[in-house]
Antibody, heavy 125, light 106 residues
């Protein structure tokens, strides 16, 4: 069954770029209409969707983060990545990668049925 | 953005209880509403989508209802494994948002 695993820098300095990768195992990007997403959760706070990319390469981002975010797929490595630039302490959070859900009838860009375990990123000098 | 609210923020219950959580949207979202369960240190788990459709593998004691701006999640006969935080999430537009969560504890 499909599994996702986040990796990347756990400590990022203010104003720098946060970079994370999500390794996909037990499946691939090439099949289906799933979106590939990043979602975060600040300490003690709720969940915030960051953005997604499709296997076809199209992307869509949370308008509040759009100017700083990039999500990309690497089909050769079966992984997808997140870059968030000009980070501040407000970007400190647990970052999850997640797959968009497809039922037998349709695919949903904004529902997520498979999640990684999450990785903690702290923004601090 | 569509704002989501949940009530109560914390709910104390016992095994075997019937529990109801309410979620409200700041504008109509039709039935584009999902519920997730999250346990400490874990990722959220999709329970219900389209307001009332049970995700595969989720026990039938979970049910959802509602449309427009008001929705409910009901857990019949609460089990020990159900003590967790529950989030509602709307996906009516291109900017999905979550509620602040309801913690169900003993």
């Amino acid at each position: 069954q499909l599994q996702l695993q986040e990796s990347g820098s756990g400590l990022v300095k203010p104003s720098q770029t946060l970079s994370l990768t999500c390794a996909v195992s037990g499946g691939s990007f090439s099949s289906g209409g799933n979106s590939w997403n990043w979602i975060r959760q600040a300490p003690g706070k709720g969940l915030e969707w960051i953005g997604y990319s499709y296997h076809g390469g199209s992307t869509y981002y949370n308008p509040s983060l759009k100017s700083r975010v990039s999500v990309s797929l690497d089909r050769s490595k079966n992984q997808f990545s997140l870059k968030l630039s000009s980070v501040t302490a407000a970007d400190t959070a647990v970052y999850y990668c997640a797959r968009g859900y497809c039922s037998s009838a349709s695919c949903y860009d904004y529902l997520w049925d498979v999640w990684g375990k999450g990785t903690t990123v702290t923004v601090s000098s | 953005d569509i704002q989501m609210t949940q009530s109560p923020s914390t709910l104390s219950a016992s095994v075997g209880d019937r529990v109801t959580i309410t979620c409200r949207a700041s504008q109509s979202i039709a039935n584009y509403l999902a519920w997730y369960q999250q346990k400490p240190g874990e990722a959220p788990k999709l329970l219900i989508y389209d307001a009332s459709s049970l995700q595969s593998g989720v026990p039938s004691r979970f049910s959802g209802s509602g449309s427009g701006t008001e929705f409910t999640l009901t857990i019949n006969s609460l089990q020990p494994d159900d003590f967790a935080t529950y989030y509602c999430q709307q996906y009516n537009n291109y900017s999905p948002t979550f509620g602040p969560g309801t913690k169900v504890d003993i």
